[in-house]
């Protein structure tokens, strides 16, 4: 079946614009996750959601990063007036309801900040 | 946010060799673990999960040690094809709270 996908693969944008990431999970998938990665790191967690509902939003870096989840399915990661250290991976997984099962990871979307 | 560490390498590794490596992890609440391999520029897929018994799947054999807090990864008969970046990954059941990924122990097997 379909696995998880994002989009765009790749965004390239100037300083101070806003961008908006997309994911689409995997059909059934209740739990969405996004996380980002630079360069030679490790993953770093943003934001959980079970259903439409973000139970969990600690992660995000700044008030500059928010997400939204609608019908339980598709969701979108905006990151407005975008700086340079937003440059990295941004990669989204879906797995089945809790945390204790496998969680199945996107392409990811490698922003560049100009 | 809890912690899990993880040597960063590279582990450098001649083919056929037998490579382990561990990850330690600080919530005493984690109950689910689990090992993902990621290729340059890929995403994380699952490897293989940890059982509180230790678990093997083919060459590669996972173990967790509760007492110590830490689990294992050894790898048989290394290929060139094990060479990626391997994390672990702890949770503790109570939502994204307890989902930590280690930052990956690299490694390299050399022909």
């Known amino acids: 079946g379909a696995g998880v996908s994002q989009s765009p693969s790749n965004k390239v944008t100037e300083k101070g614009k806003d961008v908006e990431l997309r994911c689409d999970p995997i059909?059934?998938?209740?739990?969405l996750y996004w996380y980002r990665q630079s360069l030679g790191q490790g993953l770093e967690f943003l934001i959980y959601?079970?259903?439409?509902?973000?139970?969990?939003k600690s992660g995000l870096p700044s008030d500059r990063f928010s997400a939204e989840r609608t019908g339980g399915s598709v969701s979108t990661l905006t990151i407005q007036r975008t700086q340079q250290e937003d440059s990295a991976v941004y990669l989204c997984a879906s797995g089945l309801a809790g945390d204790y099962n496998e969680q199945f990871f996107g392409p990811g979307t490698r922003l560049t900040v100009l | 946010r809890k912690e899990v560490e993880q040597d960063p390498g590279p582990f450098n590794v001649p083919e056929g060799a037998t490579v382990a490596f561990n990850c330690t992890y600080s919530?005493?609440?984690?109950?689910?673990f689990f090992w993902y391999r990621q290729d340059c520029r890929k995403e994380p897929k699952l490897l293989m999960s940890?059982?509180?018994s230790g678990n093997e799947d083919g060459r590669f054999t996972a173990q967790l040690n509760r007492a110590s807090q830490y689990i294992s990864l050894l790898i048989r008969d290394s290929k060139l094809s094990d060479s990626a970046t391997y994390l672990c990954v702890a949770t503790s059941g109570g939502g994204a709270d307890g989902l930590t990924f280690g930052k990956g122990t690299h490694l390299i097997i050399q022909p």
């Open positions: 959601f079970q259903g439409n509902s973000a139970p969990d």
């Open positions: 919530n005493s609440a984690s109950q689910s």
């Open positions: 059909s059934g998938h209740t739990a």
């Open positions: 940890v059982y509180s």
